[in-house]
């Protein structure tokens, strides 16, 4: 059974920072595409950054932001750098079998973590 467990969220104020770790069991990391994706509030799910198996990434937010991924661990991770308060939403990650933009490119997502910038 795969499952994908995100930890790391919180709250924070404008300006700090949150790590984001997606621990991964049941499927070898290395063999997939991670990706981390956020949903707001009456937003729809929109991808935040990806990294694919041999360390390639894709990242909207690359000025604050870094997707990195230790496959020893079988763990991905979200360094989120000088927050905003637009950065408030559910932040999940997912995993699937090549770089994509769509969520439906990916098979298997964690259950999120909440992640709340105060002003």
């Known amino acids: 059974q795969v499952q994908l467990v995100e930890s790391g969220g919180g709250l924070v104020q404008a300006g700090g920072s949150l790590r984001l770790s997606c621990a991964a069991s049941g499927l070898t990391l290395s063999r997939y595409t991670m990706a981390w994706f956020r949903q707001a509030p009456g937003k729809e799910r929109e991808i935040v950054a990806a990294?694919?198996?041999?360390?390639g990434t894709y990242n909207e937010e690359a000025s604050r932001f870094t997707i990195s991924r230790d496959n020893s661990k079988n763990t991905a991770y979200l360094q989120m750098n000088s927050l905003k308060p637009e950065d408030t939403a559910v932040y999940y990650c997912?995993?699937?079998?090549?770089?994509?933009?769509?969520?439906?490119?990916?098979?298997?997502w964690g259950q999120g973590t909440q992640v709340t910038v105060a002003s």
């Open positions: 997912a995993a699937g079998p090549g770089m994509a933009r769509s969520s439906m490119a990916y098979n298997f």
């Open positions: 990294i694919n198996w041999s360390g």
